[in-house]
């Protein structure tokens, strides 16, 4: 019973140690800007794509404001956003389909995922990566990670194929995007 008591408080401090480590997110702003080639094929489809919520679109991107979320060394964390996207076909059946909620999930292994609300469940819309990304920042002021890769991900890619009867797949090439977020230390 004492290694049990001893190993749940070595745990508890483990995770003390790890949340003091990371810098709280107060704000900033996601850049997505679309891969041109897809998102011609979008509008082939008559499936326009643009802002929703607090995003806005804007000459070459769709700004997303930044909420909040935790910020750590490496970088790894989350970081949590209003608004998203919304995809919407322009023909008789008329299907909306909304990504809105991001929250960029960062791992210590560099694996990079965006999460989204669509539909009341979260699905994993996007992956990101930013092992080519420009990453730059200082502990407690703010993180920039510019040009990460977006692709579709498996669970974003079965919502677009359910409401838009076409069969998306993984890995589509879905654009850029410039990550600024402020932190606080």
């Known amino acids: 019973m004492r290694i049990a008591i001893v190993g749940a408080v070595a745990a508890a401090a483990l995770f003390v140690v ?24 979008f509008a082939d489809m008559s499936i326009s794509v643009g802002a929703t919520g607090a995003a806005r679109d ?6 997303i404001p930044i909420k909040g979320g935790d910020i750590g060394e490496g970088p790894k964390g989350s970081i949590e956003h209003k ?3 919304v995809f919407a076909q322009n023909t008789s059946s008329g299907e909306i389909v909304k990504f809105t909620q991001f929250t960029i999930e960062i ?12 539909d009341h469940s979260e699905v994993r819309f996007m992956d990101l990566d930013i092992s080519d990304a420009t990453i730059s920042g200082s502990a407690g002021t703010d993180l920039k990670i510019k040009n990460a ?6 669970q974003g890619a ?3 194929t359910e409401a838009f009867d076409f069969p998306f797949g993984k890995g589509i090439p879905m654009g850029t995007m410039t990550i600024k977020a402020s932190l606080t230390s």
């Open 149 to 154: 890769e977006a692709s579709l991900g498996k």
């Open 107 to 118: 791992a210590a292994s560099g694996k990079t995922k965006l999460f989204a609300k669509s």
């Open 18 to 41: 790890t949340a003091a480590s990371a810098d709280p997110v107060t704000g900033g702003k996601t850049a997505f800007h679309p891969d041109q080639d897809t998102f011609e094929g």
């Open 158 to 160: 079965a919502v677009l």
């Open 83 to 85: 608004g998203g996207l």
């Open 58 to 63: 804007g000459r070459n991107a769709v700004n």
